[in-house]
């Protein structure tokens, strides 16, 4: 059984970065993509990058693009989404996923499996 576990989030200051992990464990692990995802407080939950496993595509929402950088290490199963310039408005808990083949990578609904989330807390 797969399981994707977060970590790296914490609470920062306007300005600073973060580097937020996602490990997939398993025997079976194989994924078409693996997306991040944020939500925030009364707010649904939105696309923040993606990135394809088997193939060479990424991409941002328009509101992290230049900021975040969204990266992989195959042999440990393991996607990276380092942050920078953070903003109070990126607070929110942030989820990994994976997506499956042929999907739209925008939206969750392209995901089957999610992690638990990792708290980003953005606040001077």
């Known amino acids: 059984q797969v399981q994707l576990v977060e970590s790296g989030g914490g609470l920062v200051q306007p300005g600073d970065s973060l580097k937020l992990s996602c490990a997939a464990s398993?025997?079976?692990?194989?994924?078409?993509?693996m997306g991040w995802f944020r939500q925030a407080p009364g707010k649904e939950r939105e696309f923040v990058s993606a990135i394809g496993w088997t193939v060479d595509q990424i991409y941002y929402a328009d509101s992290v693009k230049g900021r975040f950088t969204i990266s992989t290490d195959y042999a440990k199963n393991t996607v990276y989404l380092q942050m920078t310039s953070l903003k109070p408005e990126d607070t929110a808990v942030y989820y990994c996923a994976m997506g499956r083949a042929g999907g739209n990578y925008y939206y969750a609904i392209a995901y089957d499996l999610w992690g638990q989330g990792t708290q980003v807390t953005v606040s001077s």
């Open positions: 398993g025997r079976s692990f194989s994924t078409a993509a």
